[in-house]
């Protein structure tokens, strides 16, 4: 009887100070766990693989682009994750929180706003989409929860709060993206693409980018909000690309506005025979020396101020195919006001 004895006393702390811990942990200590609990499934691993041929044998090699996170969206094996993630990669593969490998094809891509999903093939076992919530709602100073894999280390995660809303950041695509959400949740290499979550356990954003010297976390991050998202993936899944609407006009680019001096955006070409070519738009024309001169610069959306063509995308966001507006144009330094029907953008 003597021997067993000791083993009695060492579990017997042991017992009271497991059952001591939950006690004391805190309300919002409890809600974490639960977050985690519920959603910790529907986040994966993403590992991009890129395809790079031998220069003197030509045979093809799997190599490892890199990684970032992932969250199931529906029961159809759909995984979101960042543009930024997948990009430039020829195969794709997702670890599941089992840690059971599948691959995955490339479904749809925005680079603009820097959103990509890819379809898990085979099996739909163990598969667990995210619950959907809102931004629309959210407030300054709630708390969120971060779920990913930074440097590899899988399911790792780190709460914080709602820092600021609304916030602009650039893009891949080379266009702003704006309304996006900034946290001090620690966000870091390999986050990226994993979700933002409230404290209901609610996928709020997806996180996406960081603002640090170093690389690793400093304390602001940024995430794209899910009504965002929410509006770009079925178009993704759909069409494979997003459908948005246009003016059907050649545009000069930000780099090119910026070198001319250009408050707006000047168009470069008018389709011969279009609605804005039957209404008196021009683009660029050419001196007989030469040089270009240009003619009508865009410098409002229906009242709205137009400074850049990033100004401009992320306006005509508010609109849908076919719907009426009213430009603002300037030749000479005349302004007149021109109506157009948005038409699809190639």
Known sequence: MFPIIPVILLWL??????????????????????????????????????????????????????????????????????????????????????????????????PNRDIAVLKVEGSLKGLYPVKIGSSSNLLVGQKVIAIGN????????????????????????GVTIRDMIQTDASINPGNSGGPLLNSSGELIGMNTMIISPSGASSGVGFAIPVDIIKKIVPQLIKYGRVIRPGLGLSLLSDRYGQQLGIDGVAIVEVPVGSEAYKKGLRGLTRSRFGRLAIQDIIKEIDGKKVHSYDDLYNLLDNYNIGDKVTLTVERDNRKRKVELTLVQED
């Open 150 to 173: 930074p440097f590899g280390f899988d399911h790792t995660v780190t709460t914080g709060i709602v820092s600021a809303l609304g916030r602009s950041m650039p893009g891949v695509g």
């Open 13 to 110: 702390p042991f017992l009271i100070n497991s059952e001591g811990l939950k006690a004391q942990l805190t309300e919002d200590e409890k809600n974490t766990i639960e977050v985690v609990k519920k959603t910790q499934n529907s986040v994966v691993f993403i590992t991009n693989i890129q395809l790079v041929r031998d220069f003197f044998s030509w045979t093809e090699e799997a190599v490892p682009r890199g990684s970032g996170s992932g969250f199931v969206w529906d029961d159809q094996g759909h995984i979101i994750t960042n543009y930024h993630v997948i990009e430039e990669g020829d195969r794709f593969n997702v670890t599941l929180p089992n840690q059971e490998e599948r691959s995955a094809k490339l479904i749809g891509k925005e």
